[in-house]
């Protein structure tokens, strides 16, 4: 059994679990070398796929593409197996279209969202989102450094500790606007974007998941050893 206390007048913003008040967390946090801030101060849109109930979307060969959690993989974002809409559909409001550079997360589940499904959508053909998967659009940082970032001990801990709660594992918007992000210099930022683009995405277009998977798994490590106090 976990027990901890908060003074008295200490705002609780509705987490009443012990676990999300565990020291180890803020302890973790403070081994990251640069200054963090709030993801939000970067978020330009972010929203859901659409909610359409009682039916299964209705695919239409030369429709537009519907990403779902099923395309989040640890190497990124893969569409080879998505499903196509009409553009003109339920299944496509404008706010749920995707761009180039935007980062897509899962919004829920233990399959998904607790594994770290995440990344960022490199190809030019138009695509939505589905009602489980969040789009955030960043401005002034880079995607790709963000998602390498929530998938280092430092961004980890953060969305477990927001998921580490009562109930399905789920992010909200204001959680998402709170994960806090190291303010790394644009060189880093540029780098770990280099990376990605010469060593994860080639294998990752091919299906070769295993070695995109490595690699990605390298430039987090590397990134997450460049951050953390010496």
């Known amino acids: 059994m ?19 008040w565990h020291p ?16 939000g101060d970067f978020i330009e849109h ?3 796929g659409a909610i359409v109930t009682g039916r299964a979307p209705q695919t239409h060969p030369q429709g537009i593409l519907l990403i779902g959690q099923g395309c989040l993989r640890p190497s990124g974002v893969d569409t080879s197996e998505a499903v196509r809409v009409a553009a003109d559909g339920p ?10 550079g935007d980062l897509l997360i899962a919004r829920s589940g233990e399959g998904s969202l ?9 190809e030019r053909e138009p695509a939505v989102v589905d009602c489980f998967v969040d789009l955030v659009r960043l401005r002034d940082i880079d995607a ?6 929530l998938r280092t001990r430092f961004g980890w801990a953060q969305i477990h500790r927001l998921i580490n709660g009562v109930g399905p594992s789920n992010l909200s918007f204001d959680e998402i606007r709170s994960l806090r992000v190291a303010l790394a210099p644009g060189e880093m930022q540029a780098e770990v974007a280099r990376r990605y683009a010469e060593e994860v995405l080639p294998p990752h277009r091919g ?11 390298e430039i987090v490590a590397g990134l997450e050893h460049e951050l953390a106090r010496s």
């Open 2 to 20: 976990f027990i901890t206390r908060r003074p008295q007048d200490y705002r609780l913003v509705d987490r009443l679990d012990p676990g999300y």
């Open 24 to 39: 180890a967390y803020e302890a973790m946090l403070a081994e990251c070398a640069l200054e963090l801030a709030p993801l």
């Open 46 to 48: 972010i929203t859901y």
């Open 91 to 100: 299944w496509a409001p404008a706010r749920c279209v995707v761009q180039r």
């Open 114 to 122: 607790a594994k770290g499904r995440l990344g960022v959508y490199h």
């Open 144 to 149: 790709d450094y963000v998602a390498a970032f």
């Open 207 to 217: 299906r070769s998941f295993e070695e995109a998977t490595a690699a990605m798994r």
